[in-house]
Every structure is written in structure tokens, then in C-alpha cells.
């Protein structure tokens, strides 16, 4: 079991920075792979980033890439993403996710829901114009 508590969302400026933090509980986190969606009102649920077991290997949404970055410290069982240049319509529910045996999540570039199996309740960003 996985238990997954995000925080740091907020409001913020258009072009302001956030750090979202992930805090998992667990034993199986150091050896799990990890990813970040979200889902603004009204949309399906969509990729933002994801990070193997060890942090070597991250993957990205396009529309993220050179604004986003993912990255983990195992030792504190926590996963980040750090949120530069925000923009408005990167406004919605923020969520964590844990992969625990990533068989699948290296083929599908950890972009596919289904390769998770634990979610955390979401935090809430919202970009002001």
C-alpha cells in the first residue's frame, strides 16, 4: 500500500513559480515509479510529468517541457514538481500518482492512467491573468 498527500498549490500570478510536493507513505516508494496530472472542470484527466524509481529517467508533457520539472528524494519519500512561467490555463486540480511495479509505465512513458495504482486526493493551483 501507497498512501500519497500532495501540497504546495495555490494561487498565483501568470508567470509566478510553485513547488508541489508529494509525501508517500510506504515502503515500496524508493522502487516506484511516480507521475504528476491533472484535471481542470470540465476535462479529463491529463499527463504533466513523470519520474522513475531512481529519478534517472523523467519524462514530460509537451506543452510542460522547460517549465515543469519533476524530481525525487527517496530518502524522504517525496516527489516535486516544480512549477515555472504559470500560466492561466495551467489551472486545475493537481495530482500524485504511484506506479509500484512500473512494467508497463516505461512503455507508455509514464503517460497512462491506467499504469497507476495509488492517487492522492489532489491539490488545487490556480493562475491569475
Known amino acids: 500500500q501507497v498512501q500519497l498527500v500532495e501540497s504546495g498549490g495555490g494561487l498565483v500570478q501568470a508567470g509566478g513559480s510553485l513547488r508541489l510536493s508529494c509525501a508517500a507513505s510506504?515502503?515500496?516508494?524508493?522502487?516506484?515509479?511516480m507521475g504528476w496530472f491533472r484535471q481542470a472542470p470540465g476535462k479529463e484527466r491529463e499527463f504533466v510529468a513523470a519520474?522513475?524509481?531512481?529519478?534517472?529517467?523523467?519524462y514530460y508533457a509537451n506543452s510542460m517541457k522547460g517549465r515543469f520539472t519533476i524530481s525525487r528524494d527517496n530518502a524522504k519519500n517525496t516527489v516535486y514538481l516544480q512549477m515555472n512561467s504559470l500560466k492561466p490555463e495551467d489551472t486545475a486540480v493537481y495530482y500524485c500518482?504511484?506506479?509500484?511495479?512500473?512494467?508497463?509505465?516505461?512503455?507508455?512513458?509514464?503517460?497512462?492512467?491506467?499504469?497507476?495504482?495509488?492517487w492522492g486526493q489532489g491539490t488545487q493551483v490556480t493562475v491569475s491573468s
Open positions: 519520474i522513475g524509481y531512481s529519478g534517472g529517467i523523467t
Open positions: 510506504g515502503r515500496s516508494f524508493s522502487t516506484s515509479a
Open positions: 500518482a504511484a506506479d509500484p511495479t512500473p512494467v508497463n509505465w516505461y512503455g507508455s512513458r509514464g503517460r497512462s492512467i491506467k499504469d497507476y495504482d495509488y
